[in-house]
T-cell receptor, first 114, second 110 residues
Framework: DGGITQSPKYLFRKEGQNVTLSCEQN?????MYWYRQDPGQGLRLIYY???????QKGDIAEGYSVSREKKESFPLTVTSAQKNPTAFYLC?????????????FGNGTRLTVT | QQPVQSPQAVILREGEDAVINCSSS?????VHWYRQKHGEAPVFLMI?????EQKGHEKISASFNEKKQQSSLYLTASQLSYSGTYFC???????????FGTGTRLTIIP
């Protein structure tokens, strides 16, 4: 079955540590996205990538970094510079960039930093 | 800028109808609708691409008024399975990012 796999489902880290969230898709989609979800705030875009080796900042990119070395993979690193990293992180992909194509989401990673 | 959704929350009895609205301050290219159940990933419902377009998905349909920069999601004869949080996402002209609203929590009670 095609889909998006995020791992792990739950992640716990100490403050000051960088942590990398995994996102893999086998849908052969060009575009991939990272969203952050906090209670009552909907989904906010962190980074997105429309093609391998290229990515753009979203609305809340500060304290995060990404890479897109392979079409199927788009890992997100939450750095120690992110002031409030505890959140639910969702990875998504779409067939093409822009507004024509639906987003397919992974099941998310819930990150807790203490 | 995030689109504005209304209402923020609604409680319905099974079989009742609901309307969820989504409005933007920008000229819209497309509107997406998604439903998310607690602790799960959002699931795509539909995309509306043209002004005035309407689409249907089972007993869930939507309209897109390009001139008013608004979209509405209609849920008729609601079922228990319709419970969840509904998000609209908008793409404005010249900006390829999909920006989500803050969501509308729908609770269906028997």
């Amino acid at each position: 079955d095609g889909g998006i796999t995020q791992s792990p489902k739950y992640l716990f880290r100490k403050e000051g540590q960088n942590v990398t969230l995994s996102c893999e898709q086998n849908l052969n989609h060009d575009a991939m996205y990272w969203y952050r979800q906090d209670p009552g705030q909907g989904l906010r875009l962190i980074y997105y990538s429309q093609i391998v080796n290229d990515f753009q900042k979203g609305d809340i990119a500060e304290g995060y970094s990404v890479s897109r070395e392979k079409k199927e993979s788009f890992p997100l690193t939450v750095t120690s510079a992110q002031k409030n990293p505890t959140a639910f992180y969702l990875c998504a992909s779409s067939m093409v960039k822009g507004g024509n194509s639906p987003l397919h989401f992974g099941n998310g990673t819930r990150l807790t930093v203490t | 800028q995030q689109p504005v959704q209304s209402p923020q929350a609604v409680i319905l009895r099974e079989g009742e109808d609901a309307v969820i609205n989504c409005s933007s301050s920008k000229a819209l290219y497309s509107v997406h609708w998604y439903r998310q159940k607690h602790g799960e990933a959002p699931v795509f419902l539909m995309i509306l691409l043209k002004g005035g377009e309407q689409k249907g998905h089972e007993k869930i349909s939507a309209s897109f008024n390009e001139k008013k920069q608004q979209s509405s999601l209609y849920l008729t004869a609601s079922q228990l399975s319709y419970s969840g949080t509904y998000f609209c996402g908008t793409v404005s002209y010249g900006n390829e990012k999909l920006t989500f609203g803050t969501g509308t929590r729908l609770t269906i009670i028997p």
